[in-house]
């Protein structure tokens, strides 16, 4: 249960290397606005590089504001496209796409106030806007075929914003009704022709190269909610075929491509927690259908996106231990040869629209780090150059050290972010962040608004990444299955206790907070030992037997719990953090979202009830409307306020 806004997994530094960046007017840097990147399209000619980007809130979130902005290359000079949407903020530009010969640019927009999208289209020097086609639903996702037709993911007839992190739609009639499905569309003469069935939900897609139809990973029923049973389809002129099945319940699919000679599929497939936060090996099944074959099985390293390089090349964004890394496979029979591009201790933002072969491979990413705001970058693989400075005046007043342990005979990772100027020399009071997932990872990205505030108001903070964690490759991925919170916490644990080893840190003072798994994380830590003095719980999980009924997104449970909890009752209870309930002496806030389909609020309830019923401190928001990811920017700064005051209240 992450809250991944944009499939963005980029990583760190090396064992103990100390990153560090002070700029002028650091202090204030929590009160800046970050301009942040959403979608990037570099043009075939790689002259032009599209984006969506906008400022975020000053308390986080997604960008209110977003615009639709071409950048002419290398120089970087910027020409941002009017569009028709006059005052109204929530007009948004998305998914935009390069024709194959470079002269259009073709965007969905989204209409205010409702689940409908409009795709436009443009001329490469921002000329020419003209609406293609208007449609009663989401549209996400356009891709160009190589002969010019444009082909999207359409939900007609939506309920809500398509994925789980969304705010759900009212539960009202008859639960039997066929719920609303995306589905690939050609848009053809200002109309959409359907190109997949109508009880197929498609999550991702690609073209086949001579334009006779696409494949995709797909399941039937509730989109939402069966991404963990989806398969591999194959969709023509004569229907849709399965092309590959994954064996068991411990592998989900995600980001399918078809190689450039159009025989072979690629895509990741692992143990993964959520849609849109990807990690596993690389398999490649035929075209045509048959037995899939992974390519990195050795691998120690998580994929997390694929995007064609040039002469038939395989590029793979990877996660390896605290590096980032852009890599290359050799595409030979069986195992594959992996090479790497680049690596470094930073997060790199790329997609499959990132790269174009002008002058042997060139590429366009969004650069981060936990210490430098995210910038646009281009040039020749592993050769960028900086394309913005958006966010010069902005730095962060603190270090990023890379941390690594033992727990169980296993070798575990984390990061420790210190205040590079603390008030005081006494030792600091240490808060750790737990990430959501289970299959996630903290990785060095720009930290969040509320990171920066607790960084310059004193706190140190640890960022762990235990057994189930990305970056380590598949074993370790799968490590927590049937055991979640126990392997996890006793990593987090060690990992406090080598921090406590190599920095100034009051175990007297420790704090807990995370957010989805990491929510749950939370709940489970305070059930099993006294050691944190505060703890903030957003968007838990309190009793895994009643949240198996509650949730929208059932089918995620049985890969990591290994049965539903109707056949295996002990494997869920044994984990609940309802069950040791009164243990708990960690005074501990809640929140969460009214409409939350991951984590519904009845979880966190259940937990506050409990506590305020046991008389420990505790204090509960449910903020309206809001699903798992906030998106109201005065909900979110409520949140950031009651979570520093917490923190400031039993750690200070």
Known sequence: MTTALWRRIGVPAIGGLVVALGLPGCADAAEQAVH????????????????????????????????????????????????????????????????????????????????????YQLNADGSGLTELVS????????????????????????????????????????????????????????????????????????????????????????????????????????????????????HQIAAPLVSSDGNSVYFISGLMSDFGSTGGDIYRVPAGGGVATDLTPSMAASATELALGCSGMILAETLHGDRAELVALDGGSGSAAVHALWGGPESIGVSRHSFTCKDGGTGAVVRQSFTEAPELAFGQIGQWRAVTHANAAIGVNSTAQSVSWKSDGADAQGWLLLPKSPAKADPLPMITLVHGGPSAAATPRYPSPLVRKLLDQGYALFLPNPRGSFGQGTAFQAANYRDL????????????????????????????????????????????????????????????????????????????????????????????????????????????????????????????????????????????????????????????????????????
Not at 63 to 84: E, K, N
Not at 167 to 187: F, K, S
Not at 203 to 231: C, I, Q, R
Request: glycine fraction near 10%; hydrophobic fraction near 40%; aromatic fraction near 10%.
């Open 485 to 652: 919170g126990y392997g996890d916490l006793k990593d987090i644990l060690a990992g406090i206790d080598a921090v406590e080893k190599q920095a100034p840190i009051d175990d007297k003072r420790l704090g807990i907070m995370g957010h989805s798994y990491g929510g749950f994380m939370t709940m489970w830590t305070v059930t099993q030992n006294n050691r944190f003095k505060a703890a903030v719980a957003s968007a838990g999980i309190a009793d895994w037997q009643s949240y198996y009924g509650e949730n929208g997104i059932d089918q995620w449970m049985i890969p990591f719990f290994g049965q539903s909890v109707y056949d295996d009752l002990a494997a869920y209870a044994k984990s609940s953090p309802i069950n040791f309930i009164k243990q708990v002496r960690t005074p501990t806030f809640v929140w969460v979202g009214e409409n939350d389909v991951e984590c519904p609020a009845p979880q966190t309830q259940e937990f506050w009830h409990a506590l305020h019923a046991l008389n420990v401190p505790t204090s509960m928001m449910i903020y309206p409307n809001e699903g798992h990811a906030m998106v109201d920017p005065e909900h979110i700064a409520d949140a950031e306020r009651r979570t520093l005051a917490w923190f400031d209240k039993y750690l200070k």
């Open 135 to 250: 449609f009663g639903g989401t549209i996400i996702d356009l891709q160009y075929s190589r002969d010019g037709r444009l082909a999207v993911l359409a939900t007609e007839s939506a309920k809500k914003e398509v994925g789980a992190v969304e705010a759900g739609a009212p539960v009202t009639g008859d639960a039997d009704d066929a719920p609303p499905e995306q589905r690939i569309a050609i848009l053809d003469h200002g109309a959409l022709t359907w190109s997949s069935p109508a009880d197929l939900f498609v999550y991702e897609y690609d073209w086949l190269p001579d334009g006779s139809g696409f494949v995709g990973t797909a399941a039937t029923g509730d989109g939402d909610n069966n991404w963990w049973v989806a398969k591999l389809y194959g969709f023509n002129s004569a229907g849709a075929r399965v092309l590959y099945a994954p064996p068991d319940r411990q």
């Open 36 to 119: 942040v990147f959403l979608n990037l399209a570099l043009s075939p000619d790689a002259a032009t590089l599209a984006t969506v980007e906008g400022d975020m809130p000053i308390s986080g979130g997604r960008p209110v504001i977003r615009d639709l902005v071409l950048r002419h290359l290398p120089s970087g000079d910027a020409t941002r496209i009017d569009l028709p949407c006059g005052a109204v903020a929530q007009c948004w530009p998305d998914s935009p796409a390069w024709s194959p010969d470079g002269k259009h640019l073709s965007f969905a927009l989204r209409k205010p106030g409702s689940h409908a999208r409009s795709v």
